[in-house]
């Protein structure tokens, strides 16, 4: 993957919301990137289902969607960046370092 050999980031990966709750169990992570169109949940139900958990309330979230001004209220009530699939890496990359200074602050 393009963006952990440039940035040094480690992605770790969950096919589903369920399997995203249950690795969270076991790793904190420094970011969420979750695409709004899962299997049994979207992502910002997900969203709000990891920052329910203790310890994971202040993580930072970007959210994928094809039609990220559909669910831009949503977006915007949680204070995560929307990125409009399909997006460019750079674009992306400044999102990440966006959300992750946000919350460093």
Known sequence: MAISQ???YRPLLAETGERALA???HVKP???VLDYRLGTMNGIHLYDCLHAQPGLEAIPAIILSASVELH???IDQRQVIGIAKPFELD????AIDKA???HQE
Request: proline share 0%; no cysteine.
């Open 6 to 8: 440039e940035m040094s």
């Open 23 to 25: 690795l969270v169990q």
């Open 30 to 32: 420094a970011m969420f």
């Open 72 to 74: 831009q209220d949503e």
């Open 91 to 94: 674009e992306f990359l400044l």
């Open 100 to 102: 992750l200074s946000l």
